[in-house]
């Protein structure tokens, strides 16, 4: 259930309870001029709708969504219960986090709040059900947004009692836990739960949150707070449930965000959104790739861009300005990988605190005639456009990566082999190189149905759970491929290692075992020169076992054994990349299991032009072509089409030129 639409929403974050009144005309003037339909309203509004505990006041909410219904706009109504007002934090000083130190905050910032605190989930919940009651027949009503970037962890003595309580629920038995934990290993056996403390710099860890002497118990606790700030959501869904059955909720997530597995809230979202900022100088795609795993966190159903900035940010270091077409090019590539809505932070510029100088459609100056707005207003016009035609659309790809936060986790909380492999980059490699080939990617769970997958993705599977090495040998037995890198199927769902060969479960389907590793700093590379390229970080050394050998590595006692590995399985294949290969060597690796599924797109060799392609509900096929390049790019069409955005039609054969950084979305005929 996703917010119906007759259009792409456009606009995003606007708390004009922050400035004058005398403002707002000229604020929804600009709107109209710019073709903004949608606010997202009081996410950051606690202090002024409920002033004191026993006060609620909600007069100034009242006539920001009254005036947004009477322009004809449409609300994304936030809760606001991530910033906390300060009576709050004063009457209940639990509801301030205590920190990795075990240091308990007094009031100041935002996104801080206990998840487990009584104080905090009652105040909350008032709120969400007061403002449910409140405007849930409201004619501006479009969704509704809770809370704001869930996220950060509590190691106070309320989260240690929840923490037990959601030990007892999972293991039952102190016996299952000290199991899974294996805690006869420096003599940790518990004889009772109470005994069991938050890991943090004073209980298991040194060095940070990643160092710990228990993988275990880290796993939990970062799953235990996945479920703890899940628990603060679902109440205040309850509620609102409770006063507005109808109306979609959402809460806007942060991508590729290592502190919460998003996989276990999906299912609880009515529709999924999120904010992007990717990181600086990241090509195009990173953030790619956060669109795709959030278009997969519901089953490929399309997303919403709740928030990026029209221009500049302001919470980093360096805060470069995005370049003239930029901000069109990123929010069709949005649009292209299944967002719904195109929507900003902000509307207009804060004039104080740390956001003063982040980047707003209208600036302080309040003009229309700067080059952001103009931006803004031409894109609105494109957006016009476009109608319905993308609404809903799906993405026909045959092609699966699989993203599991559990291997993240513990990959990057692991003793060994090496700290220097981080799990985003390893998957970010191997998507880059199947998207870049032309391949639509979907990126999904490890419980996700990989029946309508020609090729799988398997980039650094660290944890193996469940059934899934079964499904990914029926891929290949169906003749897919799978392809499985270094670091894969080495331990289970508790972090203990498979007590088989390397790589555990997927040893069959690979075909190969692996007694031995090496690991080494980043700047020794290891020459694989059959792909005339580059291994780095980790080496291991593989024995085939009825894998083919593709590459090997050049140097060192183990030259000349491989570094890639092909295993016929069934009627497809198992692959095996042993070590982080550079990305020319991944890019060479992926072509070759692309190719043989035909699934190498027609405009590979473009350098710096992505494809997508969507399936809107009515069967029209979309291809969207975006041109991250500063160069024009000549392209040949392949099929009749129709561009929606120019009107233009094309045939077959005909010449194509996108501008730099220009957009095409092409219906076919
Ligand atoms: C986040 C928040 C916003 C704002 C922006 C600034 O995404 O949700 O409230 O702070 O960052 O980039
Ligand atoms: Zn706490």
Redesign the pocket.
């Known amino acids: 259930m996703s917010p119906s639409s007759s259009k792409i929403p456009y606009g995003g974050d606007y708390n004009p309870e922050q400035w004058p009144q005398e403002f707002w005309d000229a604020d929804h003037r600009l709107f109209t001029r710019a073709g903004i339909d949608t606010l997202t309203v009081g ?1 950051f509004s606690w202090s002024v709708t409920q002033p004191a505990e026993d006060t609620y006041d909600f007069t100034v909410l009242d006539r920001v969504l009254d005036r947004a219904a009477a322009e004809g706009r449409q609300v994304c109504l936030a809760t606001g219960t991530a910033a906390l007002p300060p009576w709050l934090a004063k009457a209940y000083p639990e509801v301030n986090r205590t920190d990795f130190e075990g240091r308990r905050h007094r009031y100041g910032q935002r996104h801080n709040f206990c998840p487990s605190s009584p104080a905090y989930r009652a105040r909350a919940t008032a709120m969400a059900a007061r403002l449910a009651e409140r405007y849930a027949e409201h004619p501006a009503l479009l969704a509704w947004h809770i809370n ?2 869930y996220g950060g962890v509590c190691y106070c003595d309320l989260c240690a009692d929840a923490f037990r309580h959601w030990l007892r629920n999972k293991y039952v038995t102190l016996d299952a836990l000290n199991d899974a934990w294996w805690t006869t290993f420096w003599s940790h056996r518990y004889t009772s739960f109470e005994e069991i403390e938050p890991p943090n710099a004073l209980t298991e860890h040194w060095r940070g949150p990643d160092h710990t002497a228990f993988q275990g118990i880290t796993l939990d606790y970062f799953r235990f707070t996945t479920d703890a700030l899940l628990g603060c959501f679902l109440a205040e869904k309850e509620v609102i449930r409770t006063h507005d059955p109808v109306t979609p909720v959402t809460t ?1 997530f942060m991508g590729m965000f290592r502190p919460l597995d998003y996989h276990r809230w999906a299912p609880h979202l009515d529709f999924a959104s999120w ?1 992007s ?1 990717p990181p600086l100088d990241a090509p195009p795609t990173r953030a790619a790739l956060a669109h795709d795993l959030m278009r997969g966190l519901k089953d490929g159903a399309p997303f919403w861009l709740m ?1 990026q ?1 029209p221009s500049t ?1 302001a ?1 980093r270091d360096v805060n470069p300005l995005r370049r003239p077409g930029e901000l069109r090019l990123t929010t069709f590539q949005a649009i292209a990988h299944g967002a719904d809505a195109a929507l900003y ?1 902000q509307m207009r510029a804060s004039r104080g605190a740390c ?1 003063k100088y ?1 980047g707003a459609v209208i600036g302080h100056a309040g003009r229309d005639d700067t080059r952001v707005f103009r931006e803004v207003a031409a894109l609105g016009v494109e957006l016009e456009t476009l109608g319905d035609a993308t609404l809903g659309a799906r993405t026909p790809a045959r092609t699966a990566l699989l993203f599991d936060w559990d291997s993240w986790w513990a990959l990057e909380i692991s003793d060994g082999p090496s700290r220097l492999v981080k799990y985003q980059e390893v998957v970010h490699a191997y998507y880059r190189a199947a998207r870049e080939a032309g391949a639509d990617v979907d990126v999904v769970p490890h419980t996700a149905d990989l029946t309508p997958y020609d090729v799988v993705l398997a980039p650094v599977l660290h944890m193996v759970k469940g059934d899934l090495a079964a499904r990914l040998e029926a891929v290949a037995e169906r003749g897919g491929t799978v392809l499985a890198t270094f670091l894969s199927g080495r331990v289970d769902e508790h972090d203990r290692a498979f007590l088989t060969d390397v790589p555990g479960p997927l040893a069959p389907l690979m075909g190969i075992r692996i007694d031995e590793w090496d690991s080494r700093q980043a700047e020794f590379a290891q020459p694989i020169p059959q792909l005339a390229s580059a291994g780095r970080l980790v080496f291991e050394i593989v024995q085939p076992r009825g894998a083919e050998t593709v590459a090997t590595y050049g140097s060192d006692f183990y030259a000349g054994t491989p570094a890639v590995t092909r295993n016929a399985y069934g009627r497809g294949e198992g692959w095996y990349v042993a070590t982080a290969l550079d990305q020319p060597g991944v890019d060479q690796v992926v072509r070759r299991v692309l190719s043989r599924h035909d699934l190498i797109g027609p405009y590979a060799d473009h350098e710096g032009l992505e494809t997508a392609a969507r399936v809107a509900p009515g069967g029209a096929r979309l291809l969207f072509l975006l041109n991250h390049a500063a160069q024009p790019a000549g392209l040949t069409a392949h099929t009749t089409a129709t561009d929606l955005l120019s009107g233009k039609k094309v045939e077959a054969g005909d010449p194509l030129t996108l501008d730099p950084l220009g957009v095409a979305v092409l219906r076919a005929h």
């Open positions: 996410v704001n970037e806007n904010d900022y928030e900035t940010t919470c932070f956001e982040h």
